[in-house]
């Protein structure tokens, strides 16, 4: 059984052993191996990840299935200060993908947003990840192409998805 809890640690560990085992499946095709090494150390540093919790507001959560991480996700509420909740990073395990556990932590992050008198979740999602399809399937909508440089000659091409709540 899958069940839900608030990141503890403040080295962040579990997200990112998670986040080094995934995304080079999840992006190995889609980018050079430079752009990960570059976004990995950009997104998912401990001081990253300590300023988007402490700084931004972001809230992590963890997926634990028999005592271990097997996902996680990170989400921020009244998003561009208006009530929607913006869900910044969403990863599964490759063995665990299929279970159902990236459900539980959209369904847990909706269940919060609409405590928070959020409207809407969103997303950006890489415009060629087939984890877009998983979202279409969610009842998420893709609402806008978005381009952003993200530094070093580098760009995230994705589409923004949106979900009413």
Do not use: C
């Amino acid at each position: 059984m899958i069940t839900i809890q608030n990141n503890t640690d403040p080295n962040f560990s579990q997200i990112r052993a998670i986040a080094k085992e995934v995304w080079p499946i999840a992006y190995g095709a889609i980018l050079s191996q430079e752009q990960l090494d570059y976004m990995m150390e950009m997104m998912y540093s401990v001081e990253a990840l300590q300023t988007q919790f402490n700084e931004k507001g972001h809230h992590f959560i963890l997926a634990i299935e028999e005592e271990a991480a097997v996902g996680f996700a990170s989400y921020e509420f009244n998003y561009n200060q208006e009530p929607k909740t913006k869900i910044h990073k969403i990863y599964i395990l490759s063995n665990q993908q299929g279970k159902g556990t990236g459900r539980i932590l959209i369904d847990y992050i909706t269940e919060s947003a609409r405590k928070n008198n959020q409207k809407a979740l969103l997303l950006n999602v890489n415009k060629n990840n087939i984890a877009q399809h998983f979202y279409k399937k969610l009842g998420f909508d893709i609402v806008l192409d978005e381009v952003i440089d993200i530094g070093n000659g580098y760009v995230m091409d994705d589409y923004v998805m949106e979900k009413s709540i």
